[in-house]
């Protein structure tokens, strides 16, 4: 999809599938204001505390996540979705598995 933009109805969930013990992201568009992936991570799996220095939307399309922002925690469930501010440091870890939707805003 990040090749080549064509209109077209599809399900964002369907696009990537849980693999055990992985993370598995989808690129589906890029440019140079920004991305948008698609992730999928199995039970347990978790990106550690880092920084971005843009702004980003989390948006949860199955499944549930604990997102930690600055050291406080978020709880969402699929359907929700969260912020995450640029240059606050945030990690997640699947609570079961979850399917998101990333939204990276670099302007």
């Known amino acids: 999809m990040a090749d080549t933009i064509l209109a077209q109805v599809f399900s964002i969930g ?3 599938e849980y693999q ?3 993370i598995v992201s989808r690129i589906l568009l890029k440019s140079a204001s920004g991305n948008v992936t698609l992730f999928a ?7 550690s505390e880092h920084t971005t220095p843009f702004d980003a939307l989390v948006q949860v ?3 549930e996540v604990l997102i930690h922002i600055s050291k406080k925690p978020f709880h969402l469930k699929m359907g929700e979705a ?3 501010p640029a240059n606050q440091p945030h ?3 699947a609570t079961k598995p979850f ?3 990333l939204t ?3 302007e």
């Open 14 to 16: 369907d696009l990537v």
């Open 20 to 22: 055990p013990g992985s």
């Open 41 to 47: 991570f199995d039970q347990g799996q978790e990106l």
């Open 61 to 63: 399309l199955d499944g």
């Open 82 to 84: 969260i912020i995450m």
């Open 91 to 93: 990690a997640l870890s």
């Open 99 to 101: 399917k998101m939707l």
């Open 104 to 106: 990276m805003m670099k």
